[in-house]
């Protein structure tokens, strides 16, 4: 078995993809046409399909905040009055006022349906309706309450109907009992329901419009473009261009939409805010004082200024209407646009005077900026999606001379399937965390790591056996096979209830996973000369490649909005509209070329452990690299993002930075690494890079730390991969010659999946021993041994060989 | 269900404890506390035993009240011996000294020892020396205390009216109030003021007069001093209600509270503990001797999470300091 990270530093020195215009140069450009119209639809699908899903989200989120916002403000009086009771030694089953307080406040906002509270065991003790008040209040309320971390939740109860909660603590401290509200969500679907059409017939429009303008530049594009080889960088510019110009329509678009359809919401979230104050204000003056003799006035409107996007000032008025207090966010211009936003709404202030609350019309503009950087990483992975279909579907030349032709083919399949696994990354920990809530705290960050570290088990043992399975069955069945069992895994995962289910789910997804990246390294094999391998397994690792750039940005974005389970429904889709495209592929069972040599034995494996310095690459390069990867990476960064308050989009991101540096780096790591001859400084030098990423904990956090992390990570990581993959090249040589190359890089890559599996179980111990800041500078000190173990076994014995001779 | 029935089972159910606390099984035989007071009765008991009675927990009170008069120790330690009470709650400082003695000068003989003490209302356990640190006594001992932060106070004064000058009345005698003072020093640097101390003067026999102390706020007034801190000084809380606050109010000096004693002595704001809720956080912390069975050096010395922010609106009316419209949410307004 041929594994691709040896072909790594070979990749370069081939050029597969040359060809000059010939003869049947004009019948070429047609399909081409064809095929650059296909990836501009695609891109334009890809990106204003997002765009809509964005938009659309971004509006409910906002609606639903808004009338979240305002069902909480009923909240704000019993939590004060309850306070005031129990501090004067009043009892929760004996505060006579409450009733009719609850009773009152559920009449604060129209949605509301019922204000509860209870004692911590389930049981109720007030409601705003008095027959509800002795009845058990939801079980779920319980649990949410008891898994939320700062005493707050807000959970969905059924259809319409959700409910926000706080858990009420006495002046020392314990938790007393709980106080929830339901309310009715239909405002927010509602306005769902009328913004919907909108935004999608102005998508649809922009949609059009742009793919007309690109097709008209591709028509041009491809008659005028005289170099061929050109062509398909200059039509990814060209659809690169368009699909950001229909991405920057749609945005133009939604903006007055957002306007239109935000304000009611908007102006009813002003009136209540503005009612607030001048109920404070009248509560004031009922101790004697004059409206203009207030003190501090301008402070108590400032805060609200600053916590409500849709606000632009505050007035207060006496009963001349001449201005007392005065307070405006600094974008706002100093006068009303009529035009614009609707008038400033005015509440009286008993008879005293009055108080105006002035609308913000740039709020719409600052939640389309606010989604801007979702809007970069769809246009980012458009691109790449770009580039895959212009490669499945070559743009210029005759495909028959292709000695790649075959392995080309198995790239899109492959691309999709490693993406639809991909896009779990960044909200896979933070999924299982939600499924393990009955789990013991103290156990739960190990229990998060548990399902990552099976899955790369799996992935690492079933190997060397399904590699039996492929010669069996072919390559192509075993591809179909796996592509099915993963699709079946995801669909289970997006059904899971528990952990035993999900962790069951990942069991099967590795299963498919591995199955499908033997059957197409064993594809590659069977389908390429000698000299055209390594250039094929490029091709293989290359989709890969793209996968993991794509993949976690988007996941991240979909989860956020759609939710982990729909993600991995998503995900499962995405590996079925691989499945036409291995039908292309050639079926049976081939002659396998020298896989005799490649299977693992454990016997075997033992033979070649006695090599102490395979050992050594192995122990400290290969397995403290996967370590960092899996548990930093793929687990401990996205629950830390979670952690210091971002989202599971943004954890994508960081996931993307990372791929990315692999990208940039990694090839051109390889090359020098070999030209040099100096794999072992860059192996040393990226186990050090890594270990400043975890010591980076030392001294920063927060946003800092993690992208400080998944830089230095994803530097150090290419620069010693490939160098690590071709250092056992030398290290094993006699090895080789014995056994041959497949059976030691079989060895090889076993130990590394090992490390896989390691990571996040040593992650998730130490981040429930120690928390995030320390595990992070643990890992870091793992790879500072990890470089120094290194440094002894390899480079000095090394040195000191020399010397001796 | 009748309802009066349902407010039955709801106060069996037991609100205030955690859940881990099993709620029905409690041992039939009652516990005997031993109480004593300094100056007769305060909330703070009454608040001990509505907790404990709250939760149905089986307790027989043996109540002492110290009269203000410290020879009586002996006797009282006498008393303690020979009832062998399973739990002793002192009031304050000078009880709790009484009883169990400073934590590095403990002798078996004055002091009890081998029975469990809670301390409640003490201001500042750690300078009174009464625990090397609040985390663990390393005794018998563990408590509760009552005063707020000092830094919390400060920024609560800081929101009703922003200061540059904080005056201070102290007993030169009194550690605490040396504590307190030494630590407005520190912070006065780095949040930005100053601070204009008067001690007491002291007679003859190192105790504190009265006397002067209307020049010294005089002073006070004259140097531009803002606000004048009044600390949890026993002396200064004796003379709050006829000399200090009313002089302070008629020079036109705002006074800030540290206790409920001063609160309720006049003073136009201040941010207490209520003495009712460290009397129930006290017989939580019994009760987790008692019924938990926990060694008391196990137990944290804690003061509440949450305090009152008490306002006086007819000084502030006098004094034209109208407090801030954004604590009219969240403030109390006494006469």
Known sequence: MRYP?????????QQPNQYVLNKNAMAALKTSLLNLFIALLLSLVFALGMALLLNYYKFSNTVSGLVRDN????????????????????????????????ARQSKVDPSIIAIRIGDMHGRGVYASDPALASANYPEAWQIAAKASKNGEWNIREQDGVESI?????????????????????????????????????????????????????LLLLCRFCRHVERLTFRTSMLIMLVTLGGLLAVSLQALPLFKQHLLPKLEQNARQSGQIKAELIVRAMGHGLALEELYGVEDVLRRD???????????????????????????????????????????????????????????????????????????????????????FLPVSGDRSCDPLRKSRDIRAPVFLFFLSEELTRPFLPGFVGSLSKGIDLSLQNIVIGFPIMVFMLVVALAQPWLGGLSQQFGNRRLLLGGTLVAIVGFLVCAMATNIYIFVAARVICALGYAAIFVSA???????????????????????????????????????????????????????????????????????????????VRISDALKLCRNSRFMAVCVSAAIPAKVLLTGCCFFLLPLYIISIGSTQAMAGRMLMVYAGFMVLIMPIAARYADRFNARAVFILSGLLISALGGMLALVADGFLLAIGLVVALGVGQSLSITAQSTLVSSVAASEIQLFGDGYVYGVYRLLERMGNALGPLLAGVLLTLFGFQVTFVCMGILALLAAAIFYWLIIHQVASNVEAA | ???????????????????????????????????????????????????????????????????????????????????????????????????????????????????????????????????????????????????????????????????????????????????????????????????????????????????????????????????????PDSFLGTQCKDIVIPNAHALGLPTFASTEQIMDAGALAGLISRYYSIGQFTAYKASQILFDKQAPMTVPIETLTQYSFLIRMAVAKQLQLIPPLAMFDSAEFVK
């Open chain 1, 521 to 599: 390294q064993g594809h590659i094999l069977e389908n390429t000369a000698d000299a055209s391998r390594s250039a094929g397994f490029a091709l293989f690792v290359g989709a890969i490649m793209v996968a993991t750039i794509c993949g976690p940005s988007i996941g991240g974005i979909l989860a956020d909005n759609i939710g982990a389970r729909a993600t991995f429904v998503v995900a499962a889709g995405i590996a079925a509209l691989g499945i036409p495209l291995m039908f292309r592929l050639p079926g049976g069972t081939a002659e396998q070329k020298g896989s005799a040599a490649g299977k």
């Open chain 1, 71 to 102: 069902v909480a403000v009923a909240a704000q009086d019993i939590q004060e009055n309850f306070g005031l009771s129990l501090s004067v030694g009043m009892d929760l089953s004996a505060m006579e006022g409450m009733p009719a307080l609850l």
């Open chain 1, 5 to 13: 990270g040896f072909f790594h530093d070979r990749v370069k020195k």
């Open chain 1, 165 to 217: 909660g706080w858990i009420l603590r006495n002046n020392f401290g314990l938790a007393v009992g709980l106080l929830g509200i339901e309310y009715s969500t239909s405002q927010v679907e509602a306005s769902q329901k009328k913004l919907f059409p909108a935004l999608i017939k102005a998508t649809l429009l922009s949609f059009c419009v742009s793919l007309l303008i690109g097709s008209i530049f």
């Open chain 2, 1 to 231: 269900m009748s309802n009066q029935r349902r407010r039955a089972c709801l106060a069996i159910a037991g609100i205030f404890v955690q859940s881990s606390v099993p709620v029905f099984a409690r041992t039939n035989k009652a516990v005997r506390i031993f109480v004593v007071t300094f100056r007769g009765k305060t909330e703070v008991e009454k608040g001990f035993r509505d907790y404990l009675a709250r939760h149905q927990y089986p307790v027989e009170y043996i109540e002492r009240d110290l009269g203000r008069d410290s020879s009586r120790f002996p006797a009282l330690i006498a008393e303690i011996r020979a009832l062998q009470p399973d739990l002793i709650l002192t009031w304050g400082t000078t009880v709790t000294e009484g009883i169990v003695g400073k934590y590095n000068a403990v002798d078996p003989r004055l002091h009890i020892t081998n029975i469990p003490v809670v301390f409640t209302l003490v201001a500042a356990p750690v300078s009174a020396e009464l625990v090397p640190n609040l985390i663990s006594s390393g005794r018998n001992v563990t408590g509760v205390y009552h005063v707020a932060s000092t830094e919390s106070q400060l920024h609560a004064m800081a929101a009703y009216r922003p200061f540059k000058r904080l005056g201070i009345l102290y007993t030169p005698t009194e550690n605490n109030s040396l504590a307190v003072l030494d630590e407005l020093r520190v912070l006065g640097k780095t949040l930005g003021f100053a601070v204009i101390d008067r001690p007491f003067r002291l007679d003859a026999a190192r105790r504190p007069t009265i006397d002067g102390v209307p020049d010294m706020l005089r002073e006070m007034k004259e140097a531009g001093v803002d606000w004048l801190y009044l600390p």
């Open chain 1, 305 to 391: 200024l600053i916590e409500n996007v849709g606000l632009a000032y505050f007035s207060v008025l006496d009963s001349a209407n001449s201005v007392l207090f005065h307070v405006a966010k600094d974008t706002w211009n100093g006068h009303d646009e009529p035009d614009d936003v609707a008038p400033p709404i005015a509440l009286p202030i008993g008879d005293a005077g009055s108080i105006l609350v002035g609308l913000d019309a740039a709020f719409a503009g600052k939640l389309l900026k606010e989604m801007s950087l979702d809007v970069l990483v769809v246009l980012v992975v458009a691109m790449f999606f770009t580039l895959e279909v212009l490669a």
